[in-house]
């Protein structure tokens, strides 16, 4: 069977944190033209749409609501992934430690990152995309026409040869 790259619609690339997968699916999306799909930015975007609404990530009811009532819409915008809330557009306000940081505690509920699965697919189903994350080539896009994992361990120092 023959491929042709330009006829692709989704390529997978996951891994664990720090492995490289933002980076990688970034330079391999502007090389093909597609569009890279962070997908991080809508944990994040959840995150701070979860503190608008003063819930917290220990009280599991009540995260588990802020998916389905957050109102977050996710639009591919040009090259990128682009969050909205209310119609007003929030991504600038998501790239800081503080919604990295409760982005993790939020995404350990399952309610969660089901529905933003559910968002991740509609997105790629829009083809030529190139997501990273976690989950993205097991339980987003099992059947993605290309799926890498990416792992890495820190290299050892120049100086003295340790980690």
């Not at 701070?48 to 599991?60: I, R």
């Not at 929030?90 to 089901?114: K, Q």
């Not at 559910?118 to 080539?137: A, F, N, P």
Request: hydrophobic content about 40%.
């Amino acid at each position: 069977m023959s491929h042709n790259f330009t006829e692709r619609r989704v390529i997978a690339i996951d891994g664990p944190a720090g492995a490289g997968k933002s980076t990688a699916a970034k330079l391999l999306a502007r090389k093909l033209g597609y569009i890279y799909l962070d997908t991080g930015l809508m944990y994040r975007a959840l995150a701070w749409a979860a503190l608008q609404q003063g819930v917290l990530p220990d009280t599991p009811k009540a995260v588990s609501s802020v998916a389905q009532t957050s109102g977050l819409c996710f639009r591919l915008a040009g090259e990128h992934l682009r969050a909205y809330a209310a119609g007003r557009d929030i991504t600038g306000e998501l790239r800081n430690p503080e919604m990295n940081r409760y982005s993790s505690l939020y995404s350990a509920y399952a309610p969660v990152r089901e529905y933003l699965w559910e968002q991740q697919r509609r997105l790629g189903e829009q083809g030529k995309v190139v997501m990273e994350g976690r989950d993205i080539g097991t339980v987003v896009f099992p059947a993605a026409d290309f799926k890498f994992f990416l792992d890495a361990s820190r290299a050892p120092s120049a100086a003295t040869g340790s980690y």
